[in-house]
């Protein structure tokens, strides 16, 4: 799942549509939730965060939800509510992605760990990458029925976070990166054909591994 930002963008592109083919046939918006994230992740060598919009259709006095939104540390949070900066030539704090989505609205903040400049090859491949994920949420959530897709974003978030602690429990049980942490509950997930939000709570219950939780 990790990229070598030290590549030549052609190979960087490959590696990166190697992680993106999942987007193409899953169907479980929580999977392409953690796909896009530990991806973009490696992609700009930091930490992604992505919120989900959410709110009434066809209610413009009411305001939109943006979810997650609570327990995130205020240098994301202000890097997901500012504008999208392409400057390569300062040194940033992080990198936002907003791709195109008809389904509804979703950003995704890179956070580095020290301030750099972001390379337009990084930031071409960061935008397809968020691209590709918009299309798949595009694909799977449903369209025409706004509280059913409401509903489908809200339980989405809800199991990443669900998700994310079991992948903190194997990151600090085997000394992991997340993405090979995620990476575990999404094979365990595949091989026994079960859910992965279903694996991540049956090993935060039980403490077993994911692969007999």
Same mark, same amino acid.
């Given at each position: 799942m990790d990229l070598d930002l030290s590549r030549d963008g052609s190979e960087r592109r490959a590696q990166a549509a190697r992680m993106s083919r999942a987007f193409a046939t899953e169907d479980d918006l929580v999977v392409l939730l953690g796909v896009a994230e530990h991806g973009l992740g490696a992609l700009f060598g930091g930490v992604c965060t992505i919120q989900l919009e959410v =709110?009434?259709? /066809?209610? !413009? &006095?009411?305001?939109?939800?943006?979810?997650?939104?609570?327990? @995130?540390?205020?240098?994301?949070?202000? =890097?997901?509510? /500012?504008? !999208? &900066?392409?400057?390569?030539?300062?040194?940033?704090?992080?990198? @936002?992605?907003?791709?195109?989505?008809?389904?509804?609205?979703?950003?995704?903040?890179?956070?580095?760990?020290?301030?750099?400049?972001?390379?337009?090859?990084?930031?071409?491949?960061?935008?397809?990458?968020?691209?590709?994920?918009?299309?798949?949420?595009?694909?799977?959530?449903?369209?025409?029925?706004?509280?059913?897709?409401?509903?489908?974003?809200?339980?989405?978030?809800?199991?990443?976070?669900?998700?994310?602690q079991a992948t903190g429990i194997l990151m600090e049980r085997h000394r992991l990166t997340a993405a090979i942490a995620f990476e575990q509950l999404r094979s365990a997930s595949q091989n026994r054909n079960i859910k992965l939000r279903q694996i991540a709570e049956r090993m935060i219950d039980t403490g077993l591994e994911p692969d007999v939780a």
């Open positions: =709110g009434p259709d /066809g209610e !413009p &006095d009411v305001a939109p939800e943006w979810i997650p939104s609570s327990g @995130l540390q205020d240098e994301v949070l202000a =890097g997901l509510s /500012g504008p !999208p &900066d392409s400057d390569l030539l300062i040194d940033h704090g992080g990198i @936002l992605l907003v791709p195109h989505s008809t389904s509804g609205v979703c950003r995704a903040w890179v956070q580095f760990a020290t301030p750099r400049r972001v390379g337009a090859e990084e930031l071409i491949v960061g935008d397809l990458f968020a691209q590709a994920f918009a299309i798949a949420v595009d694909r799977v959530v449903s369209l025409d029925e706004a509280a059913k897709r409401e509903v489908q974003l809200r339980q989405a978030v809800e199991g990443h976070r669900i998700i994310g």
